[in-house]
């Protein structure tokens, strides 16, 4: 079964420190480009970053409100991506998804973790 | 403000025909393949549509996908209950280089 289970969400201080992990199975996951987007309480989908494979020179891209400050890396063999967030603010609260496509989709994201939620709160 | 304009709400009667508009830019839609995602309260998005009109595995015939120029439409025919949900619009934006998502719409079966 294709499956991605994230973990590490919590509360945590203006300012302080978060490592979200996305545990993957069921698929090759060494040649997936893994993306994170997040959903903060009541609003829409918002993209984060990926992580290419390093096939595909494994270079990452992030979104401006958290470039500098998130940083995607993967281990590929425990097939894990994390999400290393620094100087969190209030508007960093949200549900964090790792999500992939595990078939050609054009972009498109087929597969989804559960989700886990990180608050940003003093 | 999102990158891609949805309406926020829709609505529809079960058996209906209801259409969900996505406007975006020649950097996003206009140049880039537009998905839809599909999310019932309390879970996580679901792919309905990818590559502007093709559905995955498992996903009914009841909704479809189309785009013309810098807009895509979702539509979903013989509306059921369970189709309550939100929906988002996304495509890659040459511009940003990130993924765009619109803001979604809340559709309510009637």
């Known amino acids: 079964e294709v499956q991605l289970v994230e973990s590490g969400g919590g509360l945590v201080k203006p300012g302080g420190s978060l490592r979200l992990s996305c545990a993957a199975s069921?698929?090759?996951?060494?040649?997936?480009?893994m993306t994170w987007v997040r959903q903060a309480p009541g609003k829409g989908l918002e993209w984060v970053g990926r992580?290419?494979?390093?096939?595909?020179?494994?270079?990452?891209d992030c979104a401006a409100p958290v470039k500098g400050r998130f940083t995607i890396s993967r281990d590929d063999s425990k097939n894990t991506l994390f999400l290393e967030m620094n100087s969190l603010k209030t508007e960093d609260t949200a549900v964090y998804y790792c999500?992939?496509?595990?078939?050609?989709?054009?972009?498109?994201?087929?597969?989804w973790g559960q989700g886990t939620r990180v608050t940003v709160s003093s | 403000q999102s990158v891609l304009t949805q309406p926020p709400s829709a609505s529809g009667t079960p058996g209906q025909r209801v259409t969900i508009s996505c406007s975006g830019s020649?950097?996003?839609?206009?140049?880039?393949?537009v998905n839809w995602y599909q999310q019932l309260p309390g879970t996580a998005p679901k792919l309905l549509i990818y590559?502007?009109?093709q559905r995955p595995s498992g996903v009914p015939d009841r909704f479809s996908g189309s785009k013309s120029g810098t807009s895509a439409s979702l539509a979903i025919s013989g509306l059921q209950s369970e189709d309550e949900a939100d929906y988002y619009c996304?495509?890659?934006?040459?511009?940003?280089?990130?993924?765009?998502f619109g803001g979604g719409t809340k559709l309510t079966v009637l």
């Open positions: 069921g698929f090759t996951f060494i040649n997936a480009w």
């Open positions: 999500t992939t496509a595990t078939v050609p989709t054009g972009g498109g994201f087929d597969v």
């Open positions: 996304a495509a890659w934006d040459d511009s940003l280089n990130v993924v765009v």
């Open positions: 590559n502007n009109d």
């Open positions: 020649s950097s996003n839609i206009g140049s880039n393949t």
């Open positions: 992580i290419k494979s390093k096939t595909d020179d494994g270079t990452t």
